[in-house]
């Protein structure tokens, strides 16, 4: 390792702008989702309107990130989920409730009124099965042209990886849950 500071940039073929991106957040580490809401506040900021669909989360969680986005920021948020998937008590109804939240995807990018779009732990419910991941493919392809999308989760399938613009992988390097404690709302919700 050198600890002389760079006195070049990184070389960069050919400088494009883009009309919009889509980026990935996946892997095993905390920071995903946290991530793709620094990116929301960025829009905001920018005074782009922004929906958040949450395919895990449910209304009754009462994230903090929720709170602010709608409260403060104005930001147009579903929180569809049903929790996890080991809690569940009807998985067949977390199945149902995760094709809703997609249908309800499918509806806000077509609408082309959003410029920023995060799809919240959309990995797990593809992964699974319950949404077709050809058909989320295809729909971010056809986005209007202004919309970004952001999406997170673990184990992003690789034609998500390929779609993306930017793919950013969390690592863990060691997580409180693993020894037993619990979320922490203000740190993990």
Known sequence: MT?????EGPKVKKRLASKSLVIV??????????S???????????????????????????VGEEKVCRDILGVDWWAIGDGFTWDSKDINEDQAIAVSAWDQVKKIIAEDKYRLVVLD???????WGWIDLDEVVSVINARPIKTNVVLTGRDAPQALIELAD??????????????GTVAKKGIDY
């Open 166 to 179: 930017t793919v950013t992988e969390m690592r863990k390097i060691k997580h409180a849950f693993d020894n």
């Open 25 to 34: 957040n996946t892997g095993d580490g905390k920071g995903k989702s946290s």
């Open 3 to 7: 600890n002389v500071p760079p006195k």
């Open 36 to 62: 793709a809401f620094g990116v929301v506040v960025r829009a905001v900021a920018r005074e782009w309107p922004v929906g958040v669909v949450q395919f895990l989360k449910s209304g009754k969680w009462q």
């Open 121 to 127: 732990e959309i990995t797990y419910p593809i992964n």
